[in-house]
């Protein structure tokens, strides 16, 4: 497919995003423009779920089951995931073990995985 000169532009600019960033553009533009992207989203995540796992799900409870010695950086992870204030991912992190993120896409959820444990708290998928 051909596209225009800054269609292509915006996607050069989203393949470079990481699973996050897409989720949380995908949410902006839902809102904004009063639409669904639950087709796109899904055949998005059916292509980048084909890594050869046997999995019956597409989707994981994200658990952050030990905070680490890292805990400032936990809540920061927690609260840039999340899209949560400061007060309330504080909260949140204090209560673990706790679901996090709950039926979160696989992509999406290993991203999170990745950058809590990158800030040293244990975490789980389920």
């Known amino acids: 497919m051909e596209l225009s000169k800054n269609a292509q532009k915006i996607m050069d600019l989203v393949k470079e995003m990481s699973a996050i960033e897409l989720n949380q553009l995908v949410k902006a533009l839902e809102e904004e423009f009063g639409v669904s992207a639950v087709a796109t989203v899904a ?11 046997a999995g019956a799900s597409d989707e994981a409870n994200v658990e952050l089951t030990e905070i680490g010695q890292g805990k400032i950086a936990v809540i920061k992870v927690v609260k840039e995931v999340l899209g949560l204030g400061l ?26 995985k990745v950058k809590l444990e990158e800030a040293g708290a244990t975490v789980t998928l389920k």
């Open 87 to 112: 007060k309330e991912a504080k909260e949140l992190v204090e209560k673990a073990p706790v679901i996090v993120k709950e039926k979160a896409k696989n992509e999406d959820a290993e991203a999170i």
């Open 43 to 53: 055949v998005a995540g059916g292509a980048a779920g084909d890594d050869g796992d």
